[in-house]
Every structure is written in C-alpha cells, then in structure tokens.
C-alpha cells in the first residue's frame, strides 16, 4: 500500500512569507544609487568616466549651483549624477532625481516643458542635445552637447535602459483632473505647491496671497479660444477654512475688494476667482467677465 506524504500545514504560510520578503528586497533596491549598476560600462565607444555623484536636499546646491531650488521645493529626496566620455573627452551628463512621488516627478518634469512627447516613460522632451522624462518617482535629464546624431543615439540608449529599470508607472496629482479639457493647451499645465512657481508661470503678486504651501497641491494651466489665451489656477487647501480665508486674502489684495469676484487687471483684461468647499479657482488675462464666468463653470468635482 503506497505510503500517503504528510503535508506541513504551515509550508503555504512559509512559502507565502518568503514571496513577501523578497518583494520587500526588491523594493527596497529600487534606489538612484541602483541605477549605476544598471546602466553599462561603456555604450557605443562611451565609457563611465569616474565614480558617480550622489546628493541629497543637504548636498545638491554643490551640484547644481544655483538650480537646486526648483527640487528642492518639489521635495527631492536623492539624485545620481555620472559622466560618460568618448575618446575625445566630450562628455554625456546622466541625472536621476529621486523626488519622492509621483506627483512631484511630475511636477519638475512639466515645469519647463513646451511640447507634449511620449517616446519615454510617462512624458518627455527632447531638444538640441537634451533628453528629459519622468516616471513613477524618478525624473531623468541627460545631456549631450552639442548634439550629433551619434550622441543624441546614446542618448536614447540611456534612456531606454532607465526607462526600462523603472518597473511601475505612477499616478497624475489628482487635481490635474479637474482642469477642464476644452480649449486647454495641454504642455502648458503645471503642478506645484510652493507660490513663487505661481509668478513664473504668470506674475500675481510679490505676496503669497493665496497661500500656496507644501499642503496645497495647485495646478496653472494655459487655454486658448478665439484667438485669446488667458490661464486657470487650481489651488486644493487641506480644508474648507483654509480655503475660504486664502480666497478672501485675494479679493482683498488683488482684486480690490470687488463684489463680484471679477476684475479689470492688466491692459483691460479680467481677473476672476471663486472658491468651493476645499477648492480655490482662479481665472487670469481673460478678456471679458464671460469667459471668467465660463471657465470657472466647467471645472470638473
């Protein structure tokens, strides 16, 4: 009589356990430092030149001279900068920013781009020798110039091999959604939460009269209709309070108090705002109230 194999209970259990603990490794891999390894030695004649560079929110102002307040302010975690060079010394630049989310990956990537390209990751640009994209948490800069042909193939090599190392894709901050479609010059929508970036895009006030802060994801986006372009800010606050006081701060200060919501600014064009539950809009550079009053209709709860 065959003899029957006794089956340890607890062996799914185990087995379960392991699958988790290698998962958790896997994971905890998936750092800027990591990708060094994953990128080749030399590619196409260009060898890694040196150790590479890595810096934090304490270190990366030595890197980036004068630039590193844009990441900063995008709570950037850690970077990986290395060099590759040919024969002749010219140099490719390789840069990977570690920014914590999604969403702020997003941000940093959107903030300088002008037009809307997906040949890496989830959105990227190229341009004279300039490769930039984002994906999950990470945004990538490598450049090489001046461009070439054979430069700008490594650098899509290199971006391919980082592209791919990424294994997930991540979420859109949510008040992208919000933004209505219609008439919406897509490379033109921004996200941030620190109020200068707010005067960047289109100049408010030297004040922080909406209070924008690291609690108050915001998104600026452009639009165009009949031949007019005129802007929308979204400004999310951590609740209805917070929201209502911002929104009186601003009728106050730049509209001047006005009853309705809506003022002539710049050159005769209208500035308006409305404020719904946790949710600031304002619209800037319309020309007239109508389309103040119709834009801030169409946004999407």
């Known amino acids: 009589m065959p003899r029957t194999q006794r089956r340890n209970p607890s062996t799914p259990f185990i087995v379960f356990m392991v699958m988790i603990v290698c998962l958790r490794m896997i994971a905890m891999s998936e ?68 920014m914590g989310t999604s969403y702020d990956a997003f941000g940093v990537f959107a903030h300088s781009r002008e037009t809307i390209e997906t040949g890496f990751g989830q959105g990227s640009e190229y341009a004279a020798g300039l490769l930039t994209f984002w994906k999950d948490r990470y945004y990538v800069s490598i450049l090489a110039y001046p461009e070439t042909a054979a430069k700008k193939d490594v650098v899509f090599k290199l971006g391919r091999v980082i592209a791919g ?29 620190h109020y200068i970036w707010l005067n ?59 009853a309705e919501g809506m003022r002539a600014l710049k ?7 409305q404020c719904h539950g946790d949710l600031v809009s304002a619209v800037f550079n319309a020309p007239d109230t109508e389309t103040v009053r119709a834009i801030l209709a169409k946004i999407k709860e």
């Open 267 to 273: 050159e005769g064009r209208w500035t308006g705002l």
């Open 200 to 258: 960047s895009f289109y100049f408010v006030s030297n004040e922080n009269v909406l209070n924008i802060g690291s609690d108050t994801p915001a998104a600026l986006a452009k639009y165009r209709q009949e031949g007019w372009t005129f802007f929308l800010l979204l400004v999310r606050y951590p609740d209805a309070v917070r929201a209502e006081a911002a929104a009186v701060q601003f009728r106050q200060k730049v509209l001047g108090g006005a």
């Open 165 to 193: 190392a990424i294994q997930v894709e991540g979420p859109l901050p949510p008040i992208l959604g919000l933004l209505p479609a219609e008439n919406l010059l897509p490379e033109s929508v921004h996200y941030f939460h």
């Open 31 to 98: 750092t800027v430092s990591e990708f060094n390894k994953i990128l080749p030695e030399t590619i196409d004649g260009w060898k890694k030149a040196g150790p590479p560079g890595l810096y934090t929110p304490e270190t990366l102002s030595t890197y980036i001279d004068g630039g590193a307040e844009l990441y900063l302010s995008y709570n950037f975690k850690t970077a990986l900068s290395l060099k590759y060079k040919d024969s002749a010394e010219n140099e490719i630049a390789v840069d990977i920013f570690d």
